[in-house]
Nanobody, 124 residues
Framework: QVQLVESGGGLVQAGGSLRLSCAAS????????MGWFRQAPGKEREFVAA????????YYADSVKGRFTVSRDNAKNTVYLQMNSLKPEDTAVYYC?????????????????WGQGTQVTVSS
């Protein structure tokens, strides 16, 4: 069992930056692929970024490519999402998720564990 806790969300002006963190419990964190998803009010859950267990592979949605960076520190059981050049359309609740396969995926059904989410609001 893995528990995930996101932090780092908040209110920021357009063009600003935030770094989200996702702290995981459990000794098997380093074997899990990790993903970030987001959900805006009235919209479906959307893939943002993912990273393999070794961090050798990263994967981004087209809408965030070049602005967001996913990384992980297995020694700290933490995955990060650095978000730069934020836009109002990035406003959403951001969730981290863990996949036992170790393979990053854009499909939310491939993830086994989910955090509670952290709110990101970008003002124009």
């Amino acid at each position: 069992q893995v528990q995930l806790v996101e932090s780092g969300g908040g209110l920021v002006q357009a063009g600003g930056s935030l770094r989200l963190s996702c702290a995981a419990s459990g000794r098997t964190f380093s074997s899990y692929a990790m993903g970030w998803f987001r959900q805006a009010p009235g919209k479906e859950r959307e893939f943002v970024a993912a990273i393999s267990w070794s961090a050798a592979i990263t994967y981004y949605a087209d809408s965030v490519k070049g602005r967001f960076t996913v990384s992980r520190d297995n020694a700290k059981n933490t995955v990060y999402l650095q978000m730069n050049s934020l836009k109002p359309e990035d406003t959403a609740v951001y969730y981290c998720a863990a996949s036992k396969t170790g393979v990053p995926s854009s499909r939310w059904r491939n993830y086994d564990y989910w955090g509670q989410g952290t709110q990101v609001t970008v003002s124009s």
